[in-house]
């Protein structure tokens, strides 16, 4: 399946100031199979090698961090030569050796021309809660989400239908109608499936909600697992708490983050260091109230007011216990929870394609669920689960601060009126 991030790894690969890279991302997003398959396509030979599997690769980097040292004892490892340029090395879950994380340091400046790539599900996790010697300046980041819709629907072949959105998108000019009630089907079964790679495949191979499901249960006890796993004790139930409540938050109208909803008293003091793991392990994210739209919204972010969305929204559904057909038909009795899983999927949209994301809010309680900066310009974007779009909140925030257009997600058609720009919500990969 096509995955955005070779096309990130392709310049890395020919980039004059190329480090080693840091691929990060939760577990099971297809960060091994993207380096294996890019490694397969673009070198001569690819040297895994896996500190999960592997427990004796932790000895070889207690001796020496030297790459003069390493890469003969590491070729021996990996049964092949691993020859400058020509052999991509791969150091899988590196957050469970410390050294070998630190070693890139040495490779960037006595052997920048070996290409090192290396994953960690719980890196964000193991560098901020351990002793870990992390070498600044002296390596590529990159983060590794789930697949998006656009990614989704290249998987079920429809790239004509990509490229004709994408068209309409940027002329703002109306789908015909027969190709955007395809494409908001293709919309909610990926609400049902995610962008999980393995569910991806199951539903593209079967189309059987009931395996995917099986798929995305799995997952999340993967989650559990690493909670337990990788955590104090005395946080690893505060956690799980947090983690089981997001679905509950976003339910509600208000879906603002509430810690006295976790439990009777609940304070930040007692569970914000809950969120950081989560965050920090790439399973949810924060989006902060921003006080005054200005440049950098960073500087006016309000660190007391916040949402949390889940990473995936298959995985949203499956921790909803919400059956397929309920979101394929967008039955009544989940009408609570379409506002906020709607929100959720835009998040993740926006995210994958880069956006740091804000919200808004009136003294009245007037509200803008995304504020971003796009082209230079803070962009207001309007999120409606269904194609009823009378939004007073963004009439209100544009006649505040008169932004360049605003955008509204919603299940309507393309088009552009009074400064907004409709986009149909299975195009928010456009933006």
């Given at each position: 399946?096509y995955?955005?991030?070779?096309?990130?790894?392709e310049?890395?690969?020919a980039?004059?100031?190329r480090k080693?890279?840091?691929?990060?991302?939760?577990r099971q997003?297809?960060?091994?199979y993207?380096?294996?398959?890019?490694?397969?396509?673009?070198?001569?030979n690819?040297a895994y090698f896996?500190?999960e599997?592997?427990?004796k690769l932790n000895d070889t980097f207690e001796e020496s961090?030297?790459p003069?040292?390493?890469i003969p004892?590491?070729?021996?490892?990996?049964?092949?030569?691993?020859?400058?340029?020509?052999?991509?090395i791969?150091?899988d879950?590196?957050q469970?050796c410390?050294?070998a994380?630190?070693?890139?340091?040495y490779?960037?400046?006595?052997?920048?021309d070996?290409h090192?790539?290396?994953?960690?599900s719980?890196?964000?996790?193991?560098?901020?809660r351990?002793?870990f010697?992390?070498?600044?300046g002296?390596?590529?980041?990159k983060?590794?989400y789930?697949?998006?819709?656009?990614?989704?629907?290249?998987?079920c072949g429809?790239?004509a239908?990509v490229?004709r959105?994408?068209?309409?998108?940027?002329?703002?000019?109306?789908?015909p109608?027969?190709?955007h009630?395809a494409a908001?089907?293709?919309?909610r079964?990926?609400l049902?499936v995610g962008?999980?790679p393995?569910c991806?495949?199951?539903?593209?191979?079967t189309?059987?909600?009931i395996l995917?499901?099986?798929?995305?249960d799995?997952?999340?006890?993967?989650?559990?697992?690493?909670?337990?796993?990788?955590?104090?004790?005395?946080e690893?139930?505060?956690?799980r708490?947090?983690?089981?409540?997001i679905t509950?938050?976003?339910?509600?109208?208000?879906?603002?983050?509430q810690?006295?909803?976790?439990k009777k008293?609940g304070r930040a003091?007692e569970?914000?260091?809950?969120?950081?793991?989560?965050?920090?392990?790439?399973?949810?994210?924060?989006?902060?109230?921003?006080?005054?739209?200005?440049?950098p919204?960073?500087n006016y972010?309000?660190?007391d007011?916040?949402?949390?969305?889940?990473?995936?929204?298959?995985l949203l559904?499956?921790?909803?216990?919400l059956m397929?057909?309920?979101?394929?038909?967008?039955v009544d009795e989940i009408?609570?929870?379409k506002g906020?899983?709607v929100?959720n999927?835009?998040h993740?949209?926006l995210?994958m394609?880069?956006y740091s994301?804000?919200?808004?809010?009136?003294?009245?309680g007037?509200?803008?669920?995304?504020i971003i900066?796009?082209d230079?310009?803070?962009?207001p974007i309007e999120?409606?689960s269904?194609?009823n779009t009378?939004?007073k909140?963004l009439?209100?925030y544009?006649?505040?601060y008169?932004p360049a257009?605003?955008?509204k997600?919603s299940a309507?058609?393309?088009g552009f009126?009074?400064?907004?720009k409709?986009?149909?919500?299975?195009?928010a990969?456009?933006?």
């Amino acid at each position: 399946m096509y995955r955005k991030i070779t096309e990130f790894l392709e310049s890395w690969k020919a980039s004059e100031h190329r480090k080693p890279l840091i691929l990060q991302g939760a577990r099971q997003v297809g960060k091994t199979y993207s380096i294996l398959e890019f490694g397969r396509t673009h070198y001569e030979n690819v040297a895994y090698f896996n500190f999960e599997t592997n427990h004796k690769l932790n000895d070889t980097f207690e001796e020496s961090i030297s790459p003069d040292y390493l890469i003969p004892i590491l070729s021996h490892i990996a049964g092949q030569t691993i020859v400058r340029e020509k052999t991509l090395i791969v150091f899988d879950e590196v957050q469970l050796c410390e050294r070998a994380l630190t070693s890139l340091k040495y490779f960037c400046e006595d052997a920048p021309d070996y290409h090192i790539i290396v994953a960690g599900s719980l890196l964000g996790v193991a560098v901020n809660r351990a002793r870990f010697s992390f070498p600044v300046g002296k390596v590529d980041m990159k983060t590794l989400y789930p697949m998006d819709m656009e990614e989704f629907m290249l998987a079920c072949g429809e790239n004509a239908l990509v490229e004709r959105i994408r068209l309409c998108f940027e002329t703002d000019t109306p789908l015909p109608s027969a190709l955007h009630d395809a494409a908001m089907r293709l919309y909610r079964q990926y609400l049902v499936v995610g962008g999980m790679p393995e569910c991806v495949k199951q539903f593209v191979d079967t189309k059987d909600y009931i395996l995917v499901r099986h798929t995305q249960d799995t997952i999340l006890a993967g989650y559990l697992n690493d909670m337990s796993k990788y955590n104090h004790l005395n946080e690893i139930k505060k956690t799980r708490l947090v983690y089981d409540n997001i679905t509950v938050q976003l339910s509600r109208k208000n879906t603002r983050f509430q810690y006295k909803l976790i439990k009777k008293g609940g304070r930040a003091s007692e569970f914000e260091n809950a969120i950081e793991w989560l965050c920090l392990s790439g399973i949810v994210s924060q989006v902060y109230k921003v006080e005054q739209i200005k440049k950098p919204l960073e500087n006016y972010r309000d660190i007391d007011a916040f949402k949390i969305y889940v990473s995936d929204p298959g995985l949203l559904c499956a921790k909803k216990n919400l059956m397929a057909n309920d979101i394929l038909y967008m039955v009544d009795e989940i009408n609570d929870f379409k506002g906020g899983m709607v929100e959720n999927y835009v998040h993740v949209q926006l995210s994958m394609n880069g956006y740091s994301t804000y919200y808004w809010e009136s003294e009245r309680g007037a509200e803008i669920d995304f504020i971003i900066q796009r082209d230079g310009q803070l962009i207001p974007i309007e999120v409606k689960s269904a194609d009823n779009t009378r939004a007073k909140s963004l009439r209100l925030y544009m006649e505040t601060y008169k932004p360049a257009y605003a955008i509204k997600l919603s299940a309507k058609n393309f088009g552009f009126e009074s400064g907004k720009k409709t986009v149909p919500l299975y195009a928010a990969f456009c933006i």
